[in-house]
């Protein structure tokens, strides 16, 4: 059972189309949507008149917005403001502190990404090591750049909610060796499609830029796997129904362009 969405140029389109297709399902939830962005870079800033309507309906709604659930993937403005690798530092120091509530989870999946617990003790900067392993001649490999965020000795407990959505991300080099590309495929084990997802697939744009940028690579397509889907917020269905009519109002020129 999979549900593939029709291969968006966009955050936003993929994020409208995914929401429709689930939206139309059962329940209004799904299995195994695989969501399919050619550049994940594109149409993912507040300026876009889209992602600002949903931003304001979802800080409206009393949610984070898309610029928070963006971060929790990849910190741009500390990457901005510092460079790579000091940035990791910084984020270390200043803004896990204020951000753990728990031992087991921050609420940041950049904390797993650069910090994540090896076995035997100590920690891994896997976002680091990859960068390293690309930009490393002797490393010939194309398709063995994977993230872990899932952790079991953590993440395995009694709640059905809460903790990582995000469980991996796998990363391939893409195209002929004078134009190479960054490819990421990511899972997510548990996905709201409404608080969610445009604010990840913006945060995993972000992310791959930031590899592209420190490997001298070009940004390739995105893929998500979201193993379960579901159109969250059920209290504010009208609310909900306002705002796809306001986001198709806002694509209604552009559709009529093409």
Known sequence: MYLPIEPAPDCVSAWRAALAAVDAKPGHEFHNVIIDVADPAARSRLSDPVVAAVDSYLRGEGEKGIETVANTIFPEALYNLHGAPLFFKRFEDNVLPRVSLKESWSGYYFERMMHFPKPGGGFENQLQRIIDRINDPAVRALNKFELSIFDPTRDVDRSPYGGQCLS???LKLIGPADRRRIAMTAFYRNHFYVRKLLGNLIGLGRLMSF??????????PLTIVSTHAEIDLPSTRAELKALLARVDDIEAPAVAAA
Request: cysteine-free; proline content about 0%.
């Open 211 to 220: 590899l592209a940028k420190e490997t001298k690579l070009g940004v390739g």
């Open 168 to 170: 991996f991300a796998s």
